[in-house]
Every structure is written in structure tokens, then in C-alpha cells.
């Protein structure tokens, strides 16, 4: 709940439908929804997490959701995550009206208006615009909640360089001496998704790094 990275973790939010399925809307900086809520797919989620500007998104729901639904924050219990919101601070926006919660939370107030709408719109006909299946109830009862979410890798391609000797090697190409670093293939793609992996195929894990004695 800071605008200062890296930070400790406040809680853990359940994005995930297989365990949680979701109460609430995902909106952009600009207020639009990019991702079906409830779609099972852990890559097509993250995908379109990547798409999203800085990848943010806010998570958008009303009095309503918060008495009813499963609290979305793991451990957490309906009034401790009203004290998270009466304390306030960039990741718990609470207001009045969507317009004062788009100017609070930095989104685009029409767009999150529209999506509100839309959203609204597809409870009511039995039709959502992303083709979802669980809408429990309309958004609309105030006052509105936004949770801000960062989205960010648990992985990357970072590691040594060697040469064809297994040699590690520095900036400029020169040899360290005595220094050799080895290390097997893994599969990826499987807990982290396709959508979500920096890579395709196969990766290393974290290289054996062994030294021999001597000058």
C-alpha cells in the first residue's frame, strides 16, 4: 500500500477463478476492462496483464460485493478489509461515486463509467461483452472500492556467461580464472503460464558454480 518499490507485500489478493470465482471488474489506467475475470486460463490472463499500460490494473467493486462475496483478500475477513479502506492509501481507494474513485485511484473516469455500464448491461441480458459466466451482481450500490494491483516477473534470463570451455567470463569477454559454471535444461510454462514465462522452451536453473584452486 505504497508508492515506493520495492515494498513488503500487504496481503495477498485471490485473482485466481478456480479458487475464488470473482465478484468484481479489472479496469486499465484508462477504466476499461481487458480481460475476461473469471477465464480459467492463467496465460490468456497474463497476457493480457503484459498488454496493459505499466501492468497495472485496478480492481473495481461496490458495498454490495464487499458484504456478500468471498473476501477477494486471503486471510482476510469483510471487516479488515474495511479498516484497509477507511486507513486508505494508493492501494485502497474507497469513495462515494465512481467519478470521485476514478480521480482518486488516477483512472480515466468515463471509461470507468463505461465499463460499469457495460458490465451492468451484461447481467442484465445474460450476455457479458468478454463472454463472462459469473456475474453474481450488478456494480452499483456506494460506496465503490478499488484495489490497485502490480503486476510484475518471478523470473528472468539473468544468469552468467560462459564460454565453450564453461569458463565464466566477464563484461568484456575476458576469462575469470578458475571460476566454471554449469547447469541442466528445464521445461517452462508450467506454474508460471506461457503468458507469463520471459521465455519459450526450455531455460536453465541456477547454474553449479564451482572454482578451481591455484594463482
Known sequence: NTDTFPAQPVARVETFPEWRQPWEIYVNVHGQRFVREDIGSVDARETALFGQPNRRFWI???QHVLDNAPPIIMNWSREDMAQ???????????????DELAAKSGIDA???KASVYGY??????????????????RIGQPPFYALRMQGCSTSSAVGLAVNNDLQVIRQDGSVI???FAAARPRAVGGAAG?????????RTRPPAVGGVGGP
Open 60 to 62: 473495481i467493486f461496490d
Open 84 to 98: 484497509a479502506f477507511t486507513r486508505g492509501g494508493p492501494g485502497f481507494i474507497k469513495a462515494g461515486t465512481l
Open 110 to 112: 468515463d471509461g470507468l
Open 120 to 137: 451492468n448491461y451484461g447481467i442484465e441480458t445474460g450476455h457479458d461483452f468478454f463472454g463472462r459466466q459469473h456475474k453474481p451482481a
Open 177 to 179: 580464472p578458475n571460476l
Open 194 to 202: 506461457a503468458g507469463g514465462a520471459p521465455g519459450a522452451g526450455e
